[in-house]
């Protein structure tokens, strides 16, 4: 079993920054990707960021390239979601998720590749 406590939404204005963290406890090799998902109201669950604890190049969705950065710190057990120039549509829960892999031809993206979801933190981004 893993468990994923996230922490580190906010009310910003746009423009700003936040950086939000998931905790992850429980077996590592069921969490070797790790990522981060966005709900948006009204919307469904999208994917933003992934990451493999080796290390690799990480996945970022379109919109938020060039301003978010995820990384993982493994000695804290930690995935990071830093972003940047924040805009009202990056507005909405955030959820950290994680599985063993990805499946074959399988897709970061897709929420059913994650075994593991946390319970979600608020972001709120004002024009």
């Known amino acids: 079993q893993v468990q994923l406590v996230e922490s580190g939404g906010d009310s910003v204005q746009a423009g700003g920054s936040l950086r939000l963290s998931c905790v992850a406890s429980?077996?590592?090799?069921?969490?070797?990707?790790m990522a981060w998902f966005l709900q948006a109201p009204g919307k469904e669950r999208a994917g933003v960021a992934a990451?493999?604890?080796?290390?690799?190049?990480?996945y970022y969705a379109d919109s938020v390239k060039d301003r978010f950065i995820v990384s993982i710190d493994d000695n804290k057990n930690t995935m990071y979601l830093q972003m940047n120039n924040l805009k009202p549509e990056d507005s909405g829960m955030y959820y950290c998720?994680?599985?063993?892999?990805?499946?074959?031809?399988?897709?970061?993206?897709?929420?059913?590749?994650?075994?593991?979801w946390g319970q979600g933190t608020e972001v709120t981004v004002s024009s």
């Open positions: 998720a994680a599985a063993h892999g990805l499946s074959y031809g399988g897709d970061w993206r897709r929420t059913g590749e994650y075994t593991y």
């Open positions: 990451a493999y604890r080796s290390g690799g190049t990480p």
């Open positions: 429980g077996h590592t090799f069921q969490r070797n990707i």
